[in-house]
């Protein structure tokens, strides 16, 4: 059997110290394994995106730990791709330059690059915005190209936080299919903290989260 993707083991995250503190996530255990389709799901303020923060290592937890058996690689640009519940956008770059960023600091070569890029704005329908900057764009296509931008590369983990929020049903079913698409391509895991129940109720599992803490996870269909 594969090397878990992700592992949280009593994984605690404090913002703050003393009568000030705010425990954003309770002492938490889970794992993330390859081919997983999990929906997170919770109410605001419950602790989805803090968890989602930890398994990607852009946060460390204030007690015990995370970490990622089954990535060999440097937890560097495309290994592990997030995308966040904003679009993020760097506003003097192209939509295609902003696509093909993670893959520069990668030290993919120009041509690669770009022809990645511009694959993975197909997927999302964003071809024709390729040449734009992001000040040109409509929100629900600014989260659609930080989506692209997150699938550009070969992820192993995918982690998405809210990636739905801004748009419209269509094309949040786009952005769903498109996610488990380029998982199952990569044999990625992926991770989609969501408000939505019919996103939720497209993936295999859910883990249910409240005042920071992860219940037990259960099936995300019948």
Request: hydrophobic share 45%.
């Amino acid at each position: 059997m594969s090397a878990s993707l992700a592992v949280c083991e009593g994984a605690a995250r404090t913002f703050g110290s003393g009568p000030h503190a705010v425990v954003a996530l309770q002492p938490t255990d889970c794992e993330v394994v390859p081919g997983a389709r999990v929906a997170v799901v919770g109410p605001s303020g419950s602790g989805k995106s803090t968890l989602l923060h930890l398994l990607a290592g852009l946060d460390t937890p204030t007690r015990g730990r995370a970490y990622w058996p089954g990535i060999r690689e440097a937890l560097r640009p495309g290994v592990i791709t997030v995308v966040f519940q904003g679009p993020s956008l760097l506003p003097p770059l192209t939509v295609v330059e902003n696509v093909a960023l993670p893959l520069a600091l990668a030290g993919i070569g120009d041509l690669d690059r770009r022809l990645a890029a511009i694959e993975a704005l197909d997927r999302l329908q964003l071809s024709d915005l390729a040449e734009r900057l992001p000040e040109e764009l409509s929100g629900g296509q600014a989260q659609r190209v930080a989506v692209a931008r997150a699938l550009a590369g070969c992820p192993r983990l995918i982690l998405a936080d809210e990636p739905t929020g801004q748009l419209d049903a269509g094309h949040a079913a786009v952005v769903l299919d498109t996610l488990v698409a380029v998982a199952g391509h990569r044999g990625a895991g992926l991770v989609v903290a969501t408000h939505d129940p019919a996103i939720a109720g497209k993936l295999d599992e859910r883990w249910e989260m409240h005042s920071g803490r992860l219940q037990t996870p259960v099936a995300g269909r019948p």
